[in-house]
């Protein structure tokens, strides 16, 4: 029998993500904003064998593990990825931006580790919107200075717009014109320099929409909380890529499950009660609910029985 390649379960991934997206918007999905906004950022998974290129130093005794990179790219009003693609680990991750496929007025949403001024020239001549961060050794010339309204608070420090020097794909010279934000933060003590290519909106504004990228983040912690990655079934990478494709998919049954069940679970305490009752032949949002009815039901006894002792 041949092996059964890795696409077939990112297909299966593609289907039910496809057939459930209906189910998968939260409350923000009525803002229209939010349902432009997408959400761009990569996790590493090390290996255990140098299976795929790793990043970093070699280490001392010469053995190198592997690493795969999940790429991934989440709709700001869902809480599943949309778009899924692997690398090894020693890939740089502003590749991935070329096989991402956005509508003119959508906003992207990644770090500064995605700097590609190509595909961010491509982005606003077609009218498609991003929010990173500037490159501590980025070069560019600034061109006005914008104000910023006295209604903002006073740690946003320097708003601009810029010009950065790049080449196209035929390399020649070329000239950017972007936005420059700079932002205090207190808390941290850092300052963040946002780039971006959006015009329109407050330096304020600029600054809340890069917040928003955390959003991927607890995506990441989730699955790595909930599906530890950390020990793989199989030695080759058709196998690995299959376990973690295997866990996007139990992770959108989850989440899916969460979504229709109508007692509030966290995420973390609904897998564990799934792997608790594993062989129980019980529809899982039917079983956690008849559970919590029982505990209320022992819960209300033994307060009543407690009140009869102290009216006693």
């Known amino acids: 029998m041949p092996r ?21 918007a939260d409350s923000q999905s009525e803002n229209e904003l939010v349902k432009r906004i997408f959400i761009i950022d990569s996790t590493t998974i090390s290996l255990f064998k140098a299976i795929m290129k790793c990043v970093g130093r070699k280490p001392l005794d010469g053995k190198s593990k592997g690493g795969i990179k999940v790429h991934t790219m989440l709709n700001a009003y ?5 778009l899924i693609h692997f690398t090894d680990a020693a890939t740089n991750d502003h590749t991935f931006l070329s096989k991402i496929k956005l509508q003119p007025h959508q906003i992207a949403l ?26 501590d050794n980025a070069v560019y010339e600034q061109l006005e200075e914008i104000d ?10 320097k708003d601009q717009k810029i010009q950065i020097k790049y080449k196209d794909e035929k390399g020649l010279e070329q000239l950017l014109v972007l936005r420059r934000v700079v932002y205090y933060d207190k808390d941290k003590d850092r300052i963040f320099e946002f780039l971006t290519n959006i015009m329109e909106m407050t330096a304020e504004q600029i600054a809340l929409l890069y917040k928003m990228r955390w959003q991927i983040e607890l995506l990441f912690k989730q699955l790595k909380q909930n599906f530890p990655l950390k020990y793989f ?9 299959i376990q973690i494709w295997c866990t996007l998919i139990a992770n959108l049954l989850f989440t899916i499950i969460k979504k229709n069940i109508r007692k509030k679970i966290s995420f973390s305490n609904l897998v564990s009660f799934a792997r608790q009752h594993l062989f129980s032949y019980n529809k899982l949002s039917d079983l956690i609910e008849k559970i919590e009815k029982e ?14 002792l102290f009216d006693g």
């Open 110 to 135: 990644f770090d500064r580790g995605y700097v590609d001024y190509q595909q961010y020239a491509k982005w606003t001549k077609s009218e498609t919107y991003f929010v990173t961060r500037l490159k």
């Open 295 to 308: 505990w209320r039901k022992k819960y209300a006894q033994s307060t009543v029985t407690v009140a009869t």
């Open 4 to 24: 059964r390649s890795e696409e077939f379960f990112g297909a299966v991934y593609g289907k039910l993500y496809k057939d459930f997206k209906t189910r998968l």
């Open 78 to 82: 869902e809480e599943v990825p949309q």
């Open 233 to 241: 079934l199989g030695d080759n990478e058709n196998a690995i890529k």
């Open 148 to 157: 910023i309204p006295d209604n903002i608070p006073d740690n946003y420090i």
